[in-house]
């Protein structure tokens, strides 16, 4: 999406403490943590802010996304150059939108920019400078638009969701969505790999927010019937990374007239959007922008500041603003409550005898939030699963332990967490590893499972489609890996386990095959690579965090031949 005015004197910004006090801070600690269903984007950067002004008191906008902040180094900016919390123009615009009854989301990035994982590689300035704009704005929710290039960059990614994961552990309530460039057929592989990022990391992304627009298909495409497409393709997308995703944790998000690429989204097409979203309980409905929500004076091409289609002023707003009252909205008033549950990580392996603990959140998706009671089903004989606390306010987490007897049989278990409310059931999927006592998962904690794939399947390592095991060639044994990339794809194969927190590893494995890398992420990240046609040794060092859990991986390269991989170890 477009950033306007880039004017101005560049300006550094000292990173906010945890500490400070926010320029717009919530007046109470019960402050709405639902999505908004309804928030579209507004350029702060532009000079037309007074727009928001007439959506917010004459056109009933409850919400919406401020945009954009840029990472400079391991600094933040608004677009025009001026830092988060001391900007003349942007701050006193806020301050008002709030004044007026507004809730505010904060985007970072956009099409001339990238966010602050993307622009500072030190973990702690990212997760503080994240943490300026929570404090500065008293904001719940965060926005990260990652368009071009930024798209394929893994390592920014994964920088970013463990920032997510770091400051929702810091900040109760706290959801974030992450923008993302879309075809009508769906994300680019480079999208899915952001999502896999977050799974990795042990999280969720609250919404996955598409831009609907710009398909470069003709200015014929029918852009209505695009977006939905492009929704139902997501959506299926992120379910085969994450079967808990759900429509209530996707957006859409179209450029209202006159596309880049020729394309037109009309006021036909926005009531297309909404009917869909509607029928499906879509977590959010965006647009860019409030700035762009009025006809053109004049021929100039102002794509940043009107629509270049005939229409009444706001007219985009009046569109979309009902859906806010809509009990299909994820995350907006309506009269029905309801909620989701998830669980993060989704699965670890843990050695006989031992135990491994993992977070159950809810989130309010519609109306208020209620109580949620907690259980799990599907664990075999001699393992036990209980949560802490047994029920939660939606919006609230429980810790779940899973402690694994000593004669429990090796194997990969499903365990379904349910949660319980006046409104209904919804469940989550949790995947518990049993692995011998004796295996080579290090001290005190968790082992690698078929780390030579001798079971002949990839369970429970989860692999990119075209990954399979194969029977030669192999480093020993009877069976390897086949890692296969393709134009859009790295042939990624996974294998998440909970090792001893703060604890030092050593992860090897035997790979050959041009560009092979063995890694991991989440709670650790490290990596190496290799090209080569015979049969190496990589090994990578690495150091857990407090929670021990790590996800271990295996890939080839965009377009490249087939890696095969063999007896892996932590040890």
Known sequence: MRLARLTGSACALALATAGAVGLLAPTSSSAAT??????????????????????????HLKAYTAAFVLGEGCNQIWGDTL????????????AKAKSEGASLIISSGGASGEPLAWTCTTQSSIDAGYQAIINDYGV????????????????SAARQMQAMKDLKAANPGLTFSMTLPVLTSGLTGDGVNILKAAKNAGIRIDVVNIMAMDYYAGSGTEMGQGAVSAAQATLAQMQSVDPGYTYANLGITPMIGKNDDGSTFTLADAQTVETFAAQNGVGRLAFWSVDRDQPCSGSANSLSTCSE?????????????????????????????????SVAPGSASVAQGGST??????????????????????????????FSPGSVTSGGSSTM?????????????????TGTAASGSHTATYTLTVTSSGGGGGTGGGALANAGFESGSLSPWTCQSGSAVVSSP????????????SSGTTGECDQSLTLQPNHSYTLTGW?????????????????????????????VSFTTGGSGAVTVYVHGWYGQGDVYADDFSVA
């Open 83 to 94: 830092p988060i919390g001391a900007d003349s123009y942007t701050d006193p615009e806020i």
């Open 511 to 539: 790979v050959q095959g041009p560009y092979a890398y063995i890694g991991v992420s989440g709670g650790a990240s490290a990596s190496t690579w290799s090209n080569s046609t015979s049969w190496n040794q990589l090994t």
């Open 34 to 59: 639902s999505v908004y269903s309804v928030a579209p984007y507004v350029d702060m950067s532009n000079g037309q802010e007074g727009l928001l002004d007439t959506a917010i008191t004459g056109h």
């Open 309 to 341: 289609i005939s229409q009444n002023s706001l007219a985009f707003t009046d569109a979309f603003v009902p859906y806010e009252g809509s009990s299909g909205g994820g995350g907006g008033g309506g009269s029905s409550s309801d909620f989701s549950v």
């Open 401 to 417: 332990t899973a402690s694994v007897g000593s004669s429990v049989a090796a194997g990969a278990y499903p365990i379904t967490v």
């Open 474 to 485: 192999v480093h020993s044994g009877s069976h390897a890996l086949q890692v296969a990339p």
């Open 140 to 155: 719940n929710q965060l926005d990260f638009d990652v368009e071009g290039a930024a798209v394929a960059d893994t390592a």
């Open 357 to 386: 603990t993992a977070s159950v959140a809810t989130a309010v998706t519609a109306g208020s939030a209620e109580s949620v009671s907690l259980a799990a089903s599907g664990a075999p004989s001699g393992v036990s699963v209980s």
